[in-house]
T-cell receptor, first 112, second 111 residues
Framework: QKEVEQNSGPLSVPEGAIASLNCTYS??????FFWYRQYSGKSPELIMS????GDKEDGRFTAQLNKASQYVSLLIRDSQPSDSATYLC????????????FGSGTQVVVTP | EAEVAQSPRYKITEKSQAVAFWCDPI?????LYWYRQILGQGPELLVQ????????DSQLPKDRFSAERLKGVDSTLKIQPAELGDSAMYLC?????????FGQGTRLTVV
C-alpha cells in the first residue's frame, strides 16, 4: 500500500464548475499536508498547505483536512482551462527531518 | 523572488556513461530533497539532506547513484553508469521549515 493515495483520473470538469480532488494517507501521525500543481513537462508548484483539521481557503482553492479519517481534499471553484494540470498531494511526516512524500497525482481536464 | 536553481535543464546521455545534476537551494533552506519523477507518476524521494548530512537515502540505488552536499548549500546528484531506466525528470526541492519549493528540474534521457 502506497503511503499517499490519489485517484489518477483524468477528472473532467466543465468550465466554471467545481473540481473535487481527494487524497488519503497511511501515516496517522503525519502533520503537514500540501497540494502541488504540475503542468505537463514542468516542475511541481506549491498551491496550498494545511496543518490543522478543517478548511483553508485561498482564492478559488479550498483545502480540507480530516486527520481522524486520514484524508485531505482540494476544491477548485469556478474551474478555468488554465487549471488543467496534474495535482499532487504531499504529506510530511513528523520525523525530526520531515520526510515529504507524494501521491501519484490526479489529472484534471477543464473543458470549455 | 528566491528560487531553487537546477542545471542542466535537459541532458541526453548514452547508457553506461556518467551524468551529474546540480542544485542550488533557496538561501537559508537547510533541507534539500532530490526526487525522481517518471512520466505519469508522482515524485519519488531519492535522498534528503539536512544541512550537509544525509537523513534519508533509503530509496537511492546506491550501486549507481551518489549525492553530496559538502558545504550544506548546493548539491550534486550523480549517476554512474546510467541505464535506460534512469530516463526521468530529476527534481530538487528545498525547505526551511515546512513548505518545500521545487526547481525547474532536469529532464534526463538515456539512449
Amino acid at each position: 500500500q502506497k503511503e499517499v493515495e490519489q485517484n489518477s483520473g483524468p477528472l473532467s470538469v466543465p468550465e466554471g464548475a467545481i473540481a473535487s480532488l481527494n487524497c488519503t494517507y497511511s501515516d496517522r501521525v503525519s502533520q503537514s499536508f500540501f497540494w502541488y500543481r504540475q503542468y505537463s513537462g514542468k516542475s511541481p508548484e506549491l498551491i496550498m498547505s494545511i496543518y490543522s483539521n478543517g478548511d483553508k481557503e485561498d482564492g478559488r482553492f479550498t483545502a480540507q483536512l480530516n486527520k481522524a479519517s486520514q484524508y485531505v481534499s482540494l476544491l477548485i471553484r469556478d474551474s478555468q482551462p488554465s487549471d488543467s494540470a496534474t495535482y499532487l498531494c504531499a504529506v510530511k511526516t513528523t520525523d525530526s527531518w520531515g520526510k515529504l512524500q507524494f501521491g501519484s497525482g490526479t489529472q484534471v481536464v477543464v473543458t470549455p | 523572488e528566491a528560487e531553487v536553481a537546477q542545471s542542466p535543464r535537459y541532458k541526453i546521455t548514452e547508457k553506461s556513461q556518467a551524468v551529474a545534476f546540480w542544485c542550488d537551494p533557496i538561501s537559508g533552506h537547510a533541507t534539500l530533497y532530490w526526487y525522481r519523477q517518471i512520466l505519469g507518476q508522482g515524485p519519488e524521494l531519492l535522498v534528503q539532506f539536512q544541512d550537509e548530512s544525509v537523513v534519508d537515502d533509503s530509496q537511492l540505488p546506491k550501486d549507481r547513484f551518489s549525492a553530496e552536499r559538502l558545504k550544506g548549500v548546493d548539491s550534486t546528484l550523480k549517476i554512474q553508469p546510467a541505464e535506460l531506466g534512469d530516463s526521468a525528470m530529476y527534481l530538487c526541492a528545498s525547505s526551511q521549515k515546512s513548505e518545500a519549493f521545487f526547481g525547474q528540474g532536469t529532464r534526463l534521457t538515456v539512449v
